[in-house]
T-cell receptor
Framework: IAGITQAPTSQILAAGRRMTLRCTQDMRHNAMYWYRQDLGLGLRLIHYSNTAGTTGKGEVPDGYSVSRANTDDFPLTLASAVPSQTSVYFC???????????FGEGSRLTVL | GQNIDQPTEMTATEGAIVQINCTYQTSGFNGLFWYQQHAGEAPTFLSYNVLDGLEEKGRFSSFLSRSKGYSYLLLKELQMKDSASYLCAVRDSNYQLIWGAGTKLIIKP
């Protein structure tokens, strides 16, 4: 059982380029989340999806978009990357009625 | 605004006990969570409190006082593998998790 998988694990990107971070879970969780983690700050929610076909904005959504075409996949797209989007990105999933989240291993993104 | 406060860093000795505190101010409360995160790895779930009191799980215990907006994570019989960051998170009235910045715990032999 893979759990929750993110790709790529690391990427260096030129400013202005488009980038999609992939996230797939096989636990049939209805809720999925994208967070960014920066040194000295708590995890900050970018976007979330409570169920397939629906998405919502988190605390820091600007510059990011998501889609949830099915239960398993929740890709995060940076339309035009900027250096301030340099961060570690975590995808997570969970059941809506519990708070326990299962995290992917993270994607370290550097925008130059 | 919403705020979760926890110490930035703590140091403890192998075999000892350490208490990591977390205070919170959030719009609503629907549970408090503790996660462990080893350097370079993903956070993993440790505990959940929604009612006042102590929840014990092996060497780890978590306490909650909703009236004080306060929780602590107690780690007993510390082992070197407990060196990690410990993240406190509160689920608010919208059922979203608000995260603290984490406490880096350093265990010394």
């Amino acid at each position: 059982i893979a759990g929750i998988t993110q790709a790529p694990t690391s990427q260096i990107l030129a400013a202005g380029r488009r980038m999609t971070l992939r996230c797939t879970q096989d636990m049939r969780h209805n809720a999925m989340y994208w967070y960014r983690q920066d040194l000295g700050l708590g995890l900050r929610l970018i976007h979330y999806s409570n169920t397939a076909g629906t998405t919502g904005k988190g605390e820091v959504p600007d510059g990011y978009s998501v889609s949830r075409a099915n239960t398993d996949d929740f890709p995060l797209t940076l339309a035009s990357a900027v250096p301030s989007q340099t961060s570690v990105y975590f995808c997570a999933s969970g059941r809506s009625n519990t708070g326990e989240l299962f995290f992917g291993e993270g994607s370290r993104l550097t925008v130059l | 605004g919403q705020n979760i406060d926890q110490p930035t860093e703590m140091t403890a000795t192998e075999g000892a006990i350490v208490q990591i505190n977390c205070t919170y101010q959030t719009s609503g409360f629907n549970g408090l969570f503790w996660y462990q995160q080893h350097a370079g790895e993903a956070p993993t779930f440790l505990s959940y409190n929604v009612l006042d009191g102590l929840e014990e799980k092996g060497r780890f215990s978590s306490f909650l006082s909703r009236s004080k907006g306060y929780s602590y994570l107690l780690l007993k019989e510390l082992q070197m593998k407990d060196s990690a960051s410990y993240l406190c998170a509160v689920r608010d009235s919208n059922y979203q998790l608000i995260w603290g910045a984490g406490t880096k715990l350093i265990i010394k032999p």
